[in-house]
């Protein structure tokens, strides 16, 4: 089945404590973009991947990091977070050729920051 | 860069009413309009989309229009239903062909609730 998956589905932290949110897709999909969700905001992007080693800023990048070693894997990482980070995650990938238009999220990860 | 409004933010109609969400967008370089429904908890899928060389699309109770002169967008929801309740987010884009620097700019969502 054709999906993207994303671990931990829910996360309670501390601040300043380095976290990785993983995220996988098994769809050969060549772009991958993480973004944040906030209630009234709506989905804002984060950091996106064209292709292995090749990343980019989003729009809200400050306070994460993040890296594409493999095609099929592009974590999340926050290096000492903050309450501010407090948010509903999002991965995303789609392919940059034929459907170039079709965006598969994965489930989400809720993170808290304590 | 591309900015997308969207409205209303709530929206409450009775079963078996029209729904109508629009959104506006300030990039006329922008071709690829993506709407979203996500249900409480979920991720968010897609349920339409439209390109900038149509001007409307129909897909049984739902459909969108595309105004590019004007740079609006809609979303039409048919004889609606309590399971149409959730939040829509449109979005907007420039897709190119062969690898291009896709970014989604969504709108701030609509909370959309029909009664029975």
Known sequence: EAQVTQNPRYLITVTGKKLTVTCSQNMNHEYMSWYRQDPGLGLRQIYYSMNVEVTDKGDVPEGYKVSRKEKRNFPLILESPSPNQTSLYFCASRPTSGRVDTQYFGPGTRLTVL | ?116
């Open chain 2, 1 to 116: 860069g591309e900015n997308v409004e969207q409205h209303p933010s709530t929206l409450s109609v009775q079963e078996g009413d029209s729904a109508v969400i629009k959104c506006t967008y300030s990039d006329s370089a922008s071709n690829y309009f993506p709407w979203y429904k996500q249900e409480l908890g979920k991720r968010p899928q897609l349920i339409i989309d439209i390109r900038s060389n149509v001007g409307e699309k129909k897909d049984q109770r739902i459909a969108v229009t595309l105004n590019k002169t004007a740079k609006h967008f809609s979303l039409h929801i048919t004889e609606t239903q309590p399971e149409d309740s959730a939040v829509y987010f449109c979005a907007a884009s420039i897709v190119g062909y062969g690898g291009s620097n896709y970014k989604l700019t969504f709108g701030k969502g609509t909370l959309l609730t029909v009664n029975p």
